[in-house]
């Protein structure tokens, strides 16, 4: 089975996300834990923990996917920020495991006019010291970026290196973000062009390391390193080229989660709705 979802509120309740997705028709869902604009979290009622872990088994939503807070910068040259950023790291990864979701999704951070090597080591050392305090059960997942500003991720190389600095590669994941792709560069928009980036991927760093696809359309052009989410098949990758990326033998394993624009649950319904049609 084919796993395919959208990103959810957790407005109310932790547990009630589970509800919205099963209600849009997901059978997996990406989610922030709290406010993802906010380093203060509230603890987890444990009631609503054991009421979340039910229902994702009840109405088999799997995997569920915790996206890590904005404001976290794990490649800043601030020190003060850098501290504050792994320490809240940690609590997050210890939020995701409470709730036995598996995975959680990284934005890489900026480094901020220091330059990208400097960025990428900041980010790895980092990262070391997260998983080796924390262990956690939930396997962390890297997310490519366009490449907007200062931002690392946005070249395959920048994961390839990170994982590379790391004591335990096998903890890490990655989150391929169809959108982040071809804004950084990469023409997924043609047959030649996604099957040269993905075997580029794979030499890199590997496919199986993909366990997450989030699955938008770019309003951007290709290589514009502009961040910027649209419908699926609306947008300047387009119908066919989402088609052939979903189909892709190399990502059959992989969860499909869109964050696609959204004024009402209509949108996320019309965008589910599409990409099961492209499914063969």
Not at 58 to 87: E, M, Q, R
Not at 106 to 128: M, Q, Y
Not at 182 to 192: C, L, N, P, R, V
Not at 234 to 251: D, E, S, Y
Request: glycine share 8%; charged share 30%; aromatic share 6%.
């Amino acid at each position: 089975m084919r796993r395919i979802g959208v990103h959810v509120s957790i407005a109310g309740k932790i547990w009630e996300s589970l509800e919205r997705a099963k209600t849009l028709g997901c059978n997996t869902m990406q989610i922030f834990s709290r406010n993802p604009r906010s380093w203060q979290a509230s603890e987890f009622d444990p009631s609503d923990v054991e009421n979340f872990k039910k229902l994702k088994i009840d109405y088999d939503i799997v995997p569920v996917a915790v996206h890590i807070p904005y404001i976290i910068n794990l490649a800043t040259p601030i020190d003060s920020l850098y501290k504050k950023s792994i320490i809240a790291y940690i609590e997050d990864v210890a939020r995701a495991d409470v709730l036995g979701v598996e995975y959680v999704v990284t934005h890489l951070g900026s480094h901020v006019g220091t330059g990208e090597d400097k960025g990428i080591r900041r980010f790895s050392v980092a990262l070391n010291q997260i998983i080796n305090k924390a262990r956690p059960k939930t396997m962390i997942l890297l997310e490519n970026t366009a490449g907007s500003g200062s931002c690392i991720g946005y070249r395959f190389e920048h994961i390839e290196r990170i994982i590379a600095g790391l004591d335990h590669p096998e903890r890490v994941g990655v989150c391929l973000d169809t959108a982040h792709t071809f804004e950084s560069g990469y023409d997924i928009k043609t047959k030649a062009g996604l099957e040269k980036t993905l075997k580029k991927f794979d030499k890199l760093i590997g496919l199986d390391k993909v366990k997450v696809v989030h699955f938008n359309d770019s309003l951007s052009e290709l290589g514009s390193h502009v961040d910027r989410h649209q419908h699926i098949g609306k947008g300047n990758i387009g119908l066919a080229a989402m088609k052939r990326i979903i189909n892709h033998p190399g990502l059959r394993d992989a969860a499909f989660i869109m964050e696609t624009p959204k004024k009402t649950d209509k949108d996320d319904k019309m965008n589910l709705k599409t990409v099961k049609r492209l499914l063969r």
